[in-house]
């Protein structure tokens, strides 16, 4: 549904009224094209004393972008606090980013490097902590559709584990994606970054649930756009729209429910050489306050957008049928992190696919190899937000830091992103894509 507040606001007229009105002005978001594949200017690299971790200029020099150390108008910002480990050492934040923050160009980017907070070391624990209320605070600041992100690397580690999430961040792949902290791992990126960087999951087979229509579809488009071979599935319901995104990306679509009891021996059947990216999106509501909540409507949603995740999970996951450096992406929802009216039953659908992810990451990875992390979109322009009342919508779409919706493309960004060969680091993880809503932590 278009947004016409959005459309307004980019004209001289409606501008000049709503900022008469103190209404929010949203800008513009500038997404991935072939034609502007990247932010457009210099990243300019600075350090907030001494580095705790090695190799950030050569992260930084395979970002895409040329890296400087001093220009009037950086299309991105790059700190390096790492080193940062007292309270006196957060100045040298603010001594970095104070004179340069204002001169940031419109829709850029500013990436916080820190380090996980120790759990024996207090000052250095509340000083990276306290990163995070910058980072959160700055990204409510900077307006004009830039984005703020605090990336935890390991102490000591390299800055190589973080090539693929600096990709991301700092590109237009991101442009909902703001005040998130992205916490990676020390595990080594594996293959490393691929052969073609335009077509990274080359040679690699997908499937996508839920992918007949909305975010679903918008996901296999992004992998196939990224050379995977996709598999759309959906429900036997759905089948038509299901083959007319199959045929529109050159996909092959899988008619299936996914509560299906054979529904894992269905998908292993489908794909013989085995699976290497596999993205739980199907989902449901079933909207009543639990007072008037029937039992078949906490049932349903807790089936669909939990239940069958964690079955088909353990018994493809079991079967080896997720090939060794594979990737396993759930959908989960605001709602499961700030808690929403009437979606008891869905938000603890969502709550419970985080709780799945942060378990299961680390032991998927040691046991097969594979990472579990999830997308966490907040309010995104589909079928199913076209279908909240009209007032509920217009707060949803503005209660962000972009004071906009998020389309499905950036969601299926975030999803392409966890599935790049070398986001091995990147495991465990909850990224919200939601222009930093109000809503949740
Ligand atoms: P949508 O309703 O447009 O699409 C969901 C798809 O899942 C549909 O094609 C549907 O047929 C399919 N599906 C439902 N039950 C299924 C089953 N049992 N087996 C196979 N397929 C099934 O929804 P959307 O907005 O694209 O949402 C996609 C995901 O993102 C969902 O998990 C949703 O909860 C989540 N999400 C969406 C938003 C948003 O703002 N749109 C926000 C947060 C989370």
Redesign the pocket.
């Known amino acids: 549904m278009a947004d016409r507040y959005l459309h307004l606001t980019g004209t001289a007229p409606g501008r000049f009224l709503t900022r008469r009105l103190g209404l929010p002005q949203p800008a513009p978001l500038r997404r991935w094209t072939l034609e502007t594949p990247r932010l457009e200017g210099p990243l300019l690299h600075l350090t907030a004393g001494a580095s705790a971790v090695t190799g950030v200029a050569e992260a930084l020099s395979r970002s895409g972008l040329p890296v400087v150390g001093d220009t009037d108008r950086p299309a991105a910002i790059v700190l390096d606090a790492t080193g940062v480990a007292t309270a006196a050492g957060l100045g040298d934040v603010h001594g970095a980013l104070h004179p340069v923050v204002r001169s940031l160009a419109p829709g850029g980017r500013i990436v916080a490097l820190g380090t996980v907070p120790s759990p024996d070391d207090h000052h250095q624990a509340a000083a990276q902590q306290a990163l995070e209320g910058f980072v959160r605070s700055l990204g409510k600041e900077t307006g004009r559709g830039s984005t703020v992100q605090l990336v935890r690397i390991p102490v000591g580690g390299a800055a190589q584990a973080a090539e693929s999430t600096l990709r991301f961040l700092l590109s237009p792949r991101s442009a909902y994606v703001s005040g998130q902290v992205i916490e990676l791992t020390t595990a080594t990126p594996g293959p490393g970054p691929a052969a073609d960087p335009a077509a990274p999951l080359t040679g690699r087979t997908a499937l996508v ?10 996901v296999a488009s992004v992998l196939a756009r990224d050379g995977a071979r996709v598999i759309v ?3 036997p ?2 089948r038509e ?2 083959e007319r995104t199959a045929d529109r990306l050159g996909a092959t679509a899988l008619p ?5 009891p054979d ?1 894992a021996g269905r998908i292993a059947a489908a794909v013989p050489d085995g699976l290497d990216v596999l993205v ?6 079933r909207d009543r306050r639990l007072a008037n909540m029937p039992s078949d409507r906490w049932a349903s949603v807790i ?3 939990l239940d ?1 995740v964690l079955r088909t999970t353990d018994e493809l996951l079991k079967a080896g049928v997720i090939a060794r450096g594979g990737r396993i992406v759930a ?5 499961g992190i700030a808690g929403n009216t009437g979606q008891t039953n ?1 938000a603890a659908s ?1 709550a419970g696919i985080i709780g799945l992810v942060r378990s299961l990451g680390p032991r998927a990875a040691a046991d097969h190899g594979v990472t579990v992390n999830a ?11 076209a279908a909240v009342p009209l007032f509920i919508r217009e707060a ?1 779409r503005r209660m962000n830091s972009l004071s906009q ?2 389309l ?1 493309v950036d ?1 299926a960004e975030a999803v392409a992103w966890f599935a790049q060969p070398d986001s091995t680091a990147v495991n465990g993880q909850v990224l919200r894509v939601c222009g930093q809503s109000l809503l949740g932590a």
Request: glycine share 16%; hydrophobic share 45%.
């Open positions: 649930t839920g992918a007949a229509r909305g975010i679903g579809a918008a599935l959906d429900v319901g759905a729209e299901l299936l429910d996914i509560t299906a529904a739980h999106n199907a989902g449901i509501t089936e669909v957008n069958s959908t989960a929802s605001i709602a869905y969502k997308v966490a979109p907040g309010f995104i322009e589909t079928r199913m937000t949803g919706g998020g499905p969601v």
